[in-house]
């Protein structure tokens, strides 16, 4: 369920705070431990690049969860930021009785 009066926490700030802080993880041993740069593992962190199913398989196997936690913590930002551009539109459709 998305939250009404605030954004979802994005996916990268999850990652940083319960996952890499209390490793005491830097994101270019993340990198080197996923197989990816650490240009990708700071954008995901601040944000300007999305969990892709890729990237989701790649932590979940690392930090031993599952892709769907990854990929519905993406999944509710990116309704959230739909629902926030398009909500207007939304209302105006009736639905069908």
């Known amino acids: 369920m998305l939250p ?3 954004k979802p926490t994005l996916p990268g700030v999850i990652l940083k705070y319960e996952f890499l802080e209390p490793l005491n993880m830097t994101q270019q041993q993340l990198a080197d431990a ?4 650490r240009v990708r593992v700071n ?6 690049r ?3 199913t890729d990237t989701a398989f790649r932590l979940a196997k ?3 969860t599952t892709p769907d936690f990854w990929l519905n913590l993406q999944l509710n930002v990116d309704m959230w930021d739909t629902l926030q551009q398009h909500s207007e ?3 105006k ?3 069908i009785s």
């Open 34 to 37: 996923l197989g990816i740069t």
């Open 50 to 52: 999305s969990i892709t």
């Open 93 to 95: 459709i009736k639905s």
């Open 4 to 6: 009404k009066n605030r």
């Open 43 to 48: 954008e995901i962190i601040t944000g300007k």
């Open 89 to 91: 539109d939304y209302e």
């Open 62 to 64: 690392y930090f031993n």
